[in-house]
């Protein structure tokens, strides 16, 4: 018997419904609490969440298609990837997405733009901002945080200067380990 996965509720969830917004849109203002700021810090693997916040405004592009245009400002400590210290960062960012009702190329359809990403697909009658935010936020992070300062000893750094200057063949030694046959 198969098994069913539920689909998981998002940790920083904020709703808009879609008959919400007029022709002039709407718009709102979103926080995360300090238990979805704890939970997006272990979904992001951060040491700490301490801000997140936005605003955004969504307005109708046509009947099915909305545009979400946002701003959001985090504060957060990562892990440098050098010295493993954790460090404060403090990002804003703003962005722009689409949401629609509908199949592949409505965004083309209803812009006349080809290379208009795809729209997010609108479940259950809502667009989610905090999520949206919470995605953008993934997004902005550096995947290799280094605390500023931060650099690699130099043997380390001179290690890796020698190998990509050609000076210092790392498997040169593996030739030595083969039998009289095998060359």
Known sequence: MPRRVEAQ????????????????????????????????????????????????????VSRSLFRVEARFEAELVQTCVVTLDPFPVRLEDSFSAL??????????????????????????GAIDLGETVAQHLALALDPYPRKPGAS???????GAEEATSGRVKPFAGLAELKTPRER
């Open 152 to 158: 690699l000893p130099t043997e380390y750094a001179a």
């Open 99 to 124: 949401f629609g009702e509908g199949g592949p190329g409505l965004a083309a359809l209803v812009s006349g733009d080809e290379d208009e990403d795809e729209p997010e697909p609108i479940e259950g």
């Open 9 to 60: 509720q998002p940790e920083f969830s904020r709703s808009v419904s879609i008959d919400e917004i007029g022709p002039e849109g709407v718009a709102l203002e979103v926080e995360a609490d300090p238990a979805e700021r704890e939970a997006l810090a272990r979904r992001f693997g951060l040491v700490s969440l301490d801000l997140l916040k936005g605003s955004a405004t969504v307005f109708p």
